[in-house]
């Protein structure tokens, strides 16, 4: 450089300028992005939401926290794959101090804005650890990819020109360091890697100078291309990832919007459209989900579904010039029939979402991504369009009379009121669901919990005949904006009946009472039935008697994982006396999913009734004999596997084993 000071200080604004066309490229994607809980917003009020949501987040009392222990020391990436940790931590922190240390700050006393000498100790000794820490990082993903290839881990071309870029930059600066040493007979016992170096060389006699120039400039060359090519690969979510960390910091759950109307803005909020920049294709999500387990097709695989998504998008929603720049595709329509089938190939069980190291809310991308090939382009499993019709015409997805909703009140073995569970007025208000009101596997919940709030002196009702879907179904079939109107129905009838509680033995209708009514109801409290057991049996209205019997618990998805509720059916099943409580390995949050999540049986039946023959062999190690669930659909699918597998570990609702311990 000190030889073409002009020709260097081109390539450099080249370079940069490549690298600031590639962000603006990018940005222009992001912002096509609905603001939430709308379809549009302005760029002003988009940049405004942005800058604002960061400026809470920095100024709020868990950032530092956030910042060392998540941010700096990938604290999620430790906690769930220690083994990965070494390699990436290293790859991540060698490459930060090279750049912002080296080469930066390097640049900046070529400026003269910074006086740092290439031969003080403390910048040699930052620069060769550094250098160190990324050739490390760098062995060990080859090694990880290319010697012990790893099943979840899905190697792309673009991951082989950064493994090569970076190799040859790191390689080629420590010759630079160790030439610089001898071209100007320095002896540098700072710089431990250059000085060994320079010390191996030194007897070879070569022409120092020149060779240090020729040298020199291949490394800036390679450096320098690697940097522009950043924002054009998966390297781009070194910039992106923090900002996806800090914006899924907040709670965000309620951020899902409609289509827009125009056909101009995705169906994703601008915050999404930064989480698809931000997936590193680490496959930690392929390790855990089971759909991709239970058929190892990659357009099943979570990362495959973001980055083919992401192409997709960039080139309906442009602009243009963005979607030329980023690698956006002209699906054709086997394309995206392939897609559609993959995306609504899931259980929507969360699981992805807890384990992934730059807290992308998958979950919440699910929703959305299969609600753009619902109701944006038209292509989604046939089995969804019966549940559609089922409660357009009739309140539930079976397509049943729904003045059948209560039929199952009609079987109880217990004394019911003379005006029966359905009345004017009550406090609590027990929401069925359509599972647990028309399914004959399902119908002996509500009859148990009906039977406790009996015995308990609870003041319930049902709504009968007068219930619909919560809607649920219809979200996870991407058909979301036809949701209103169950709402609104459904939120009426609670009105009417003057109710201050509504309970759930169903927890995807209790899960989507909180999420989509919750804001609509104020001073209403809404629980599930573990919840409202627990509070009955602290307060003495109910007193279990001894019980022996050894069980396990199965955590439900939308219960555990995706609502957060753990311990009150723990609780409850402590509280029984004798009862021999064994925990499974997959439980709380690690728990694998029944299979009939995510409405997975109205896609694909076969794949959903493997996951559940898999998931119900994962409790046989408790050896207990019973295994106890909370969901009215974990306990249809692991009936029908215990009948399938025919498994001595019997299967129950916690509301039927209470009953019987009454």
């Not at 007979?185 to 710089?191: D, F, I, Q, T």
């Not at 759950?253 to 590193?280: A, W, Y």
Request: glycine share 8%; charged share 20%; net charge positive.
């Amino acid at each position: 450089m000190e030889q073409y000071p002009r020709l260097f200080l081109a390539v450099e604004i080249l370079s940069v300028t490549i690298f600031a066309v590639g962000i603006l490229a990018h940005l222009g994607f992001w912002f096509r992005g609905a603001l939430a809980r709308t379809n549009a917003g302005s760029f002003s009020e988009k940049f405004r939401f942005l800058i604002g949501t960061l400026y809470r987040v920095i100024f709020a009392k868990g950032f530092l926290r956030l910042f060392s222990r998540d941010i700096l020391l990938e604290g999620t990436l430790l906690k769930e794959d220690p083994t990965r940790w070494p390699m990436h931590f290293p790859l991540a922190l060698g490459f930060c101090v090279l750049f912002f240390v080296g080469s930066l700050g390097d640049q900046l006393t070529d400026w003269g804005l910074l006086d740092i000498g290439k031969d003080r100790p403390w910048f040699a000794l930052a620069n060769d650890a550094a250098g160190i820490l990324l050739l490390v990082g760098l062995l060990l993903a080859i090694h990880r990819r290319y010697v012990l290839k790893l099943p979840y881990l899905k190697t792309f071309l673009d991951d082989k020109v950064l493994i090569t870029l970076l190799l040859v930059s790191l390689v080629s600066g420590y010759a630079v360091e160790s030439l610089r040493l001898l071209a100007g007979g320095v002896e540098s016992k700072a710089s431990f890697v250059g000085g060994s170096l320079a010390g191996i060389l030194s007897p070879l006699g070569l022409d120092w100078s020149g060779s240090y120039f020729y040298t020199w400039w291949f490394h800036a060359l390679v450096s320098l291309t690697f940097f522009s090519y950043i924002p054009f690969s998966r390297a781009f979510h070194l910039l992106v990832t923090p900002l996806t960390m800090m914006l899924n910091s907040l709670d965000h759950k309620r951020s899902f919007v409609s289509i827009d109307t125009n056909g101009n803005t995705p169906n994703f909020t601008l915050k999404q459209l930064i989480e698809f920049s931000g997936c590193t294709r680490c496959g930690e999500c392929l390790r855990v989900c089971e759909t991709y387990k239970n058929r190892e097709v990659d357009p099943i695989a979570p990362a495959i579904k973001l980055k083919e998504m992401k192409y997709h998008l960039l080139y309906k929603y442009g602009p243009g010039w963005v979607s030329r720049l980023l690698g956006g595709k002209n699906f054709s329509e086997q394309d995206k029939f392939t897609l559609s089938e993959a995306a609504f190939r899931c259980t929507l069980c969360g699981y992805c979402t807890k384990v992934c190291p730059s807290r992308i809310d998958l979950q919440n991308l699910w929703y959305s991504i299969r609600q753009e090939y619902s109701t944006g382009i038209g292509k989604f499993p046939k089995g969804f369009a019966h549940i559609r019709d089922g409660v357009a015409s009739e309140g539930n997805i079976f397509t049943y009379p729904n003045v059948e909703r209560a039929l199952w009140v009609d079987f109880m073995d217990v004394d019911l009121p003379e005006e029966g569970l359905k009345k004017p007025k009550a406090k609590v208000l027990y929401y069925v669901g359509c599972v647990s009101s028309f399914s004959p596997l399902a119908q002996d919940i509500p009859q148990a919990f009906a039977a406790l709030m009996l015995k308990a002196g609870v003041d319930f009702t049902i709504l009968g005949s007068e219930e619909i879907c919560c809607g649920f179904p219809l979200k996870a079939a991407g058909m979301k904006g036809q949701m209103e109107g169950l709402r609104r129905r459904n939120i009426e009838k609670l009105m009417e009946i003057e109710a201050d509680t509504v309970v759930f033995t169903c927890p995807s209708c209790y899960m989507t009472w909180r999420d989509e009514y919750g804001p609509f109801l104020k001073g209403i409290a809404l629980k599930h039935s573990t919840q409202f057991i627990k509070e009955l049996i602290r307060d003495g209205h109910l007193k279990p008697r001894q019980n022996k019997l050894k069980v396990t618990y199965h955590d439900p998805c939308d219960l555990g994982r995706n609502s957060g509720v753990y311990e009150s059916p723990r609780e409850v099943l402590r509280a029984i006396p004798g009862i021999d409580f064994r925990e499974a390995r997959n439980c709380k949050s690690r728990s694998i999913c029944c299979g009939g999540g995510g409405v997975l049986e109205a896609a694909d039946p076969v794949m959903a009734a493997d996951i559940s023959y898999s998931t119900y062999n994962t409790f046989l190690d408790t050896d207990a004999e019973a295994l106890v669930v909370a969901c009215p659909q974990c306990k249809r699918m692991f009936q029908g596997a215990q009948k399938h597998l025919k498994g001595k570990m019997l299967v129950t609702d916690i509301t039927e084993l209470l009953l019987k311990s009454l």
